[in-house]
């Protein structure tokens, strides 16, 4: 036995406890201490039942993740499981917290199962490009049949302690005192000479043979075109607890999750696990003292206004939204409004929470009334001048040591900051829109910022739901400078011989849900217009420019809210190709003389991935960023990178940095200084390095 299983008897029940804060991860200490608890139990005549409960928070939420795609000691969860199901004493598990992948495959080994109503269960190893690995494809079918189990096991998505009793997953739910409960109930089980039940021998799942096969039959068509193969080999492995020996089962379950543990994708998708984890480590954390805030108010009850006060008052906040004029106000609350209409009639939430909600909304028109909250955030148009006029008008106003944050998806903070008297308190907040929606939120510190005002924007984010990123000040920042790059990436081939839909329909096969002409359209093509004109001083007029978005423009195709763009929009026909569009697109490479070639799906690919990567790598000799998983997990976050590739750092360490750098060479006498390989490449190739050896671990 070790500290971290312990083993207690009370009146002929043994009690192994699994303690491993914070979350019980199943090491393998604890699966060793597990084996040794039950052999104990099992060999002991005294013991007529055992109950499985763990410390803290939570029941085993999951397998050691620092364990994956590394040689595992034995014993492994399945040969745990396996000798928990094997006791000749009935097992209780008895559930708090999360009971997740591992921790429920070991719940589902026990011959029973208790919980609390607050717990939840679910096998979610699919969002690590895995498979259950402890008996979950062949345990789960058996009670619940094919659809049930692959709804949980394809989606990953847990369920409440509710929905497992009704669908026979665990006997009781407990309302509290659940060691006390699991106790009584062990001992009625002594007294009633209840047998074991072991889950390998149950079969309700299996009494309509049909009706499973029919569900598998239609979960492989939905899974098809699936770019993780863990997917297919969970149908696979379902499809097997019917036709197969629960052992011969279990076998193809570990072959599968052998297989896939170390693949490309997963081990992509364990990158963009710990990379999330990794962003909210950040210097200014280390000596901080986090500031007060209890009250928020919003500058800008436009779209990214209203999406940011949500944000806020579904966190709890009280906020204050600011407009300059009646009419925009009462617009920007009506839209308030109808979201939490929309939510109560979706069922998200009920009305009492969004009458809560709303009472914590106060709008005004004064910005005298910012006095005394503890944060504003600036969400005017995206304008230095305007911000300019806001933040001189907020420095007469807010409070001593209020932190004003700019929500700003390019503009230098640094240059905002200095116009008023407190740069310290100065902080960039790059929310994505959907503000409410969007998980992504780009913290930007300035030359200035307050070591305490990073930290404090950190702390924020979680309390938002949001995955905070550290950027310093530059054009864009990380994302959208890298998004620039991608753009530009694209642009140079679409005016070389490839079309807006080729490009699209590219990167949508390599995993984008959209490609890069399909998002210019939903967002607006005169939001990239605005930046390029404002940028248009600064511009080398040796740089390659291409027009073709401007000419769009200039003729009023906007995308989306305009009905045109690099599409046609409307008429209920979805997006078709844009022909006038196609037409300035020939007319600008007859004016500049370019014989339009053909592009292969792969070559578009690897241009704008290695476009992007380079970008990156730019971004982390610059100081931009802090390191090459932050990159990562803005892409992943914002702007629709797949997830299952990791982020572009990542891909471009799986296709190779000397592959990548060889190509941007080869690209470079069409651009030279566009396509110049990062010296970055170098420093790292010559010591056999990656990007992900930079992240710090």
């Known amino acids: ?33 597990l084996i040794d608890a039950f052999e104990k139990a099992d060999a002991d005549d005294d013991i007529g039942a055992i109950v499985l409960m763990a410390d803290g928070k939570t029941f085993p939420a999951g397998a050691d993740v620092r364990e994956f795609g590394r040689p595992r000691a034995a014993p492994i969860l399945s040969d745990v499981c396996a000798r928990i199901e094997d006791c000749t004493k009935p097992v209780l598990a008895a559930i708090h917290g999360h009971a997740l992948g591992g921790g429920f495959e070991l719940a589902l080994a026990c011959h029973y199962r208790i919980a609390l109503q607050d717990a939840t269960m679910g096998l979610p190893e699919v969002n690590l490009g895995v498979l259950p690995g402890g008996g979950g494809t062949q345990r789960v079918p058996r009670i619940v049949g094919a659809n049930a189990a692959l709804e949980m096991m394809v989606t990953g998505k847990p369920i409440s ?79 097997a607890a019917l036709l197969l020996p629960f052992e011969a089962g279990i076998a193809l379950e570990r072959q599968c999750f052998d297989d896939c543990e170390t693949g ?121 001048t305007v911000k300019r006029d806001v933040f001189q008008h907020l420095d007469k106003v807010l409070r001593p040591g209020a932190i004003l944050a700019t929500n700003t998806s390019y503009l230098d903070i640094d240059a905002l900051a200095a116009t008023i008297s407190r ?87 390599y995993g984008f849900p959209l490609g890069p ?77 370019i014989t339009p070639r053909h592009f292969e799906a792969d070559e578009i690919q690897q241009r704008c991935l290695n476009a992007m990567a380079n970008e990156g790598a730019r971004l982390l000799q610059e100081g931009v960023a802090l390191r090459p998983s932050d990159i990562d997990v803005v892409l992943l976050y914002g702007y629709g990178f797949p997830r299952f590739r990791g982020g572009p750092m990542m891909a471009a360490d799986q296709r190779g940095l000397l592959a990548v750098k060889n190509a941007l060479l080869s690209y470079q006498p069409e651009e030279p200084k566009f396509w110049a390989p990062s010296p970055l490449f170098d420093e790292l190739i010559k010591n056999g390095r990656h990007f992900s050896d930079l992240n710090g671990d």
């Open 264 to 384: 490309p994708q997963a081990t992509a998708l364990r990158h963009a696990f710990f990379a999330e984890r990794r962003a909210a480590k950040v210097p200014e954390l280390e000596g901080a003292q986090l500031r007060d805030v209890s009250t928020i108010g919003v500058v800008g009850a436009g779209t990214m206004g209203v999406g940011i006060a949500i944000s806020c008052l579904d966190a709890g906040f009280p906020v204050t939204l600011v407009e300059r004029d009646d009419d925009g106000l009462t617009r920007g609350i009506a839209r308030i409004k109808d979201n939490y209409e929309k939510s109560v009639g979706k069922g998200r939430i009920d009305q009492s929470a969004a009458n809560d909600r709303l009472s914590r909304l106060n709008g005004t028109t004064d910005m005298g009334r910012l006095s005394d909250v503890d944060l504003v955030i600036e969400a005017v148009f995206e304008d230095e």
């Open 423 to 509: 740069p310290e308190d100065v902080v960039g907040y790059h929310f994505f829109s959907p503000a409410h929606i969007m998980k992504l939120l780009e913290i930007v510190v300035g030359e200035k910022t307050h070591r305490d005002v990073v930290a404090t924007g950190f702390a924020l984010a979680k309390k938002l739901r949001k995955v905070p990123v550290r950027a310093g000040v530059a054009d864009g920042f990380i994302g959208n400078r890298v998004l620039a790059a991608y753009r530009l990436a694209a642009d140079f081939m679409l005016e070389d011989g490839a079309s807006p839909a080729q490009i699209d329909a590219a990167m949508r096969a």
């Open 517 to 593: 002409y399909q998002v210019l359209d939903m967002a607006g093509l005169d939001i990239s217009w605005a930046r390029r004109k404002r940028l248009a001083a600064t511009r080398d007029p040796d740089d390659r420019y291409v027009a073709i978005g401007d000419r769009m423009c200039e003729e009023g195709w906007f995308g989306q809210k305009s009905g045109r763009g690099y599409y046609v929009h409307g008429h209920g026909l979805g997006p078709v190709e844009n022909q006038d569009a196609l037409a300035i697109i020939e007319d600008e490479r007859r004016r500049k003389n």
């Open 1 to 33: 036995m070790t500290a971290q299983v312990r083993y207690d008897v009370t009146d002929g029940v043994a009690l192994i406890r699994i303690s491993n804060p914070p979350v019980n991860a199943l090491s393998q200490t604890i699966r060793q201490g």
């Open 161 to 239: 302690a509710d929905k497992a009793a009704a669908m026979g997953l665990i006997e009781k739910v407990i309302h509290k005192n659940l060691e006390r409960a699991a106790l009584a109930s062990a001992r009625n089980m002594i007294a009633q000479s209840t047998p074991p039940r072991p889950t390998r021998d149950r079969h309700e799942g299996f009494e309509d043979p049909i009706q499973f096969s029919e569900a598998i039959k239609s979960w492989r068509a939905r899974v098809a075109g699936n770019f993780v193969p863990s997917v297919r080999c969970i149908v696979d492995c379902v499809e």
